[in-house]
């Protein structure tokens, strides 16, 4: 079992902080075995599911069921929600529970959905939990790492290798970050799970949730969205091709990005004139399903670093975030991390090219970026330059992957 590397926070969410911990991401990606692992660990309290009938039917004849359970007072009694969500009164009810038994209980929600941004509900719960993303496995949380924005700091300067990333490296790559698929580590499995799993996310969860009725043509457009990886999205392209409307295209992808099918960067502009200033990248993440080998390996880094500016952010260790860079000229660099809005590092994914980019350099020197990583699909290349007083790495996916979280 893979110990997930977000326990420790939501554990410090309701241990520490005495809020709820609301964990949500991608279907399938180990939410409910997360939970349940604390929730064993901590000794008592009980797992709610909506999904099951015999569940909404206790919460609706007694909604505060949990506070009868056998208890002792002196230890932590956890109560876990699952997909609360579906539940049309949920934000009420949490608010209602949280005022009531924040002092006696303490609580995780967890859900398919962006829990923060489901519309369903009245009552506003600011104040009342913090947010934490379970996201598809990485190189660096399947060897134990930690989200650690010092530590990523020191490796841009050293970059140590982590023991055993390319074996790992290489069947994230075959079977996505996905827990179920990847331990069984079987491509048939893999490409079995993957049609289940897109129906339900599509038919089930999407469709209940928005009230869809082209349901069908939501399903083209996941189908052509895999084919659009690493070029700046034109939603006027993809309306015409899939035959909806710019707005209902446009409320589409804001669909898809709230269940965790893509997520998307934005471009940078600053400091830069000519720069692309409105048309955003799209991502999946499941990059397995991405049919092209360059765009599936840039899609594979571009995840592992969305995650971890996403961890760094929501455990309030960094200002960091995430963007790519392409001007009139159609020059580019696909990603630059920037921490309080400085450009740290700029990355470049090639798949087998060992000399560094041209447009690499160049954005590094206008941007006076301190660093600048070209990541390559192959093992054993760790190269270290420096120009104008700025470092330049040539290195292995892996190593560099590795060492976030």
């Known amino acids: 079992m893979i110990e997930r590397n977000i326990r420790s926070e939501a554990e410090n969410i309701i241990g520490n902080y005495k809020k709820m911990a609301f964990i949500s991401g991608p279907r399938q990606v180990g939410k409910t075995t997360l939970a349940k692992k604390i929730l064993k660990e901590t000794g008592q309290g009980i797992y709610f599911n909506w999904d099951i009938i015999t569940d909404q039917k206790k919460l609706i004849k007694d909604p505060y069921f949990f506070e009868k359970e056998n208890r002792e007072t002196k230890k932590i009694f956890l109560a876990v929600f699952d997909e609360i969500h579906k539940y049309s009164k949920w934000k009420n009810y949490l608010k ?40 598809p496995l990485t190189v660096g949380e399947i060897l134990g790492g930690i989200p650690d924005w010092n530590a990523f700091k020191q490796m841009l300067a050293d970059m140590p290798e982590p023991s055993g990333s390319r074996k790992v490296y290489e069947s994230l790559i075959r079977l996505s970050g996905f827990p179920e698929p990847f331990l069984r580590d079987s491509e048939r499995f893999y490409r079995m799970w993957f049609q289940e799993r897109k129906t339900l996310l599509i038919r089930e969860d999407i469709r209940n949730a928005y009230a869809i009725r082209e349901i069908s043509n939501m399903e083209v457009l996941s189908n052509i969205l895999p084919e659009r990886i690493g070029s700046p999205l034109s939603i006027n392209s993809l309306r015409e091709d899939v035959g ?10 804001l669909t898809l990005s709230q269940f965790y099918y893509i997520f998307k960067i934005s471009p940078f502009s600053k400091s830069i004139s000519r720069a692309l200033k409105k048309e955003s990248k799209i991502y999946l993440y499941d990059w397995v399903e991405v049919p092209d080998e360059s765009f599936r390996f840039e899609n594979l880094a571009a995840f592992h670093i969305y995650k971890a500016v996403n961890l760094w952010r929501v455990m309030g260790q960094a200002r960091a975030d995430l963007f790519y860079l392409r001007d009139k000229e159609k ?75």
């Open 96 to 135: 209602g529970v949280y005022d009531s038994y924040a002092g006696e209980f303490a609580f995780i929600v967890t859900g398919s959905g962006r829990l923060d941004l489901f519309k369903k509900g009245g009552d506003s719960l600011l104040g009342r939990y913090f947010s934490l993303p379970l996201f």
């Open 244 to 253: 909806v409307s710019f707005d209902t295209l446009k409320a589409w992808l």
């Open 331 to 405: 020059r580019e660099v696909d990603f630059i991390l920037t921490e309080n809005n400085k450009p740290l590092v700029l990355i470049e994914c090639k798949l087998n090219e060992e000399d560094f980019s041209g447009n690499l350099l160049s954005f590094q020197n206008k941007l006076e970026a301190p660093f600048a990583v070209q990541l390559v699909n192959k093992r054993g290349i760790c190269r270290k330059t420096s120009r104008n007083g700025f470092i330049q790495w040539m290195v292995s996916a892996e190593r560099f992957l590795g060492a976030l979280p």
